[in-house]
């Protein structure tokens, strides 16, 4: 039998959904299988908006990907027409020694990005919805601002259709396995081959990537939708920056401006303070006891912010134990399999530039950009091959 495909991407997501797009663009006959429908909201990249910056506290490595991240998602909203990012600028605010302003300092500096440093009072005055505490400063940054996630992956989307993908959704892959030298797909009703495997699993990386042997903690995280106690007008993105504040305890709130005009309201969200589960056992509602300590934390903080409840929603993160992401050749099946997941609650705002090293990785076998940080071998002992679930 011969291949079907060139390559076939699992999981048309974020990553997926980038990668779709960045194949077909270099001519490679792309089969993408997703489980859900198109743009759906039961994995990680829905909610209506991402936060995007370049001053990035987790590491300076990060710092080439964001500024390529950028130039593709110009591109993007070019090429489609659709809005897609916000670049409302960005305050990360907390005690100088805290991670959100050390770490965002340190990558400022060593890649020479454009930032400001104010102190409390001058926060304080230009941005008049903030409350920080006397010993809290900020980082301020022009260019953080927000991306919209249900855009994004429709443009991919709708570029990958364009330059031929097959993109199959509602048929999930029930398992796949190295075959001759490529390898071999199963859905309910069907078996694909194809020379190479791209595999964007999201949180099902547990059950798709076994061999893999990295450990993954998926969580359940919450965002919150407010309007604001005096209205939302102090709130839009002309006068309201997005913003990630560290507080005394090394806890992280971050949100966003007002972005669904006069009648919506703003979002907000604890970064990194999930609860373990499972896509299938994920609990969707959100209690009155989580609305009411969102809005006991904003309080001191953006005290006009938390007014009015609106809406709430759950997402999931796939952490790994350093929090850096997953991104190479699967070290079991190097030849044919390429992987992009454990994204930490943070991988949005790389979604274009991941595609484009994904579709690097399955049509040349490596790529130009720097992705040492996450190779899967620093977490995990020697791969196993085998048939994967
Ligand atoms: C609440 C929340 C807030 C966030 N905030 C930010 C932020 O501000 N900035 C930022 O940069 N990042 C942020 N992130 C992280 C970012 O959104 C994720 O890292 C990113 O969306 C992950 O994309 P993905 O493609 O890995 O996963 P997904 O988009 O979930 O895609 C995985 C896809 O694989 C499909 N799939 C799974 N199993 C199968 C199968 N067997 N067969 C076929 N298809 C399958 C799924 O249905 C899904 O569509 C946030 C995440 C959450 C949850």
Redesign the pocket.
């Known amino acids: 039998m011969s291949p079907t495909h060139d390559v076939i991407v ?9 990668a779709a797009h960045h194949l077909s663009a270099r001519g490679a006959r792309v089969l993408g ?4 429908g198109p743009v ?1 909201d ?6 209506g ?5 370049q001053s990035y506290f987790e590491d300076p490595a990060y710092v080439p990907l964001l500024l390529r991240a950028y130039e593709l998602y110009e591109d993007l909203e070019r090429a489609t027409g659709r809005d897609i990012a916000l670049l409302c600028g960005g305050v990360m605010v907390g005690r100088p020694d805290s991670w959100t302003v050390s770490g965002s300092l340190r990558s400022a500096r060593a890649w020479d990005l454009p930032h400001e440093m104010l102190d409390a009072r001058e926060i304080r005055r230009r941005f008049p919805t903030l409350a920080p505490a006397d010993d809290e400063v900020a980082l301020y940054e022009a260019r953080a601002g ?2 919209r ?1 249900e855009n994004t ?1 429709a443009a991919h989307l709708q570029l990958a259709t364009r330059q031929g993908a097959d993109l199959h959704f509602e ?4 398992r796949w396995e190295p075959y001759r030298d490529g390898v071999r797909v199963h ?1 309910a009703d069907h078996t694909y081959t194809a020379g190479q495997l791209v595999i ?6 547990p ?2 990537l076994t061999d893999l042997a990295v450990p993954f903690t998926v ?1 359940r ?3 919150y939708w407010f309007r604001p106690r005096n209205g939302v007008h102090p709130f839009l993105p002309d006068r309201q920056p ?1 913003y990630v504040w560290e507080d005394a305890t090394g806890v992280q709130v ?1 949100g966003f401006p007002a972005i669904d005009g006069p009648g919506g309201g703003a979002k907000v ?1 604890f ?1 990194r303070k ?1 609860r373990p589960t499972t ?1 299938e056992t994920i609990d969707r509602t959100v209690h009155d006891d989580e609305v009411t300590a969102m809005a006991d934390h904003m309080s001191t903080r953006i005290p006009d912010l938390p007014g009015t409840f609106l809406k709430a ?6 952490t790994t134990a350093d929090e850096h ?1 997953v991104i190479a050749r699967h070290p079991a099946h190097p030849g044919s399999v390429t992987v ?12 274009p530039v ?1 595609g484009e090293i994904l579709a690097d990785l399955a049509l040349t076998g490596t790529t130009a950009h720097p992705i040492g940080l996450f190779d899967p071998t620093r977490l995990t002992a020697a791969p196993t091959g085998g048939a994967h679930a």
Do not use: N
């Open positions: 699992i999981g048309l997501g974020g990553m997926g959904s980038a299988l997703e489980k859900f759906h039961r994995g990680s990249s829905h909610g908006s991402r936060i995007t910056r927000l991306l996630p992956v048929e999930p892959v029930t859905t964007c699993p999201g949180a099902w990386a059950r798709l969580e995280q919450v965002m997005i971050y969200a970064f999930g896509p929603a759950t997402c999931m993160y796939t992401f992009a997941c454990g994204f930490s609650g943070h991988g949005f705002k790389f979604v991941v």
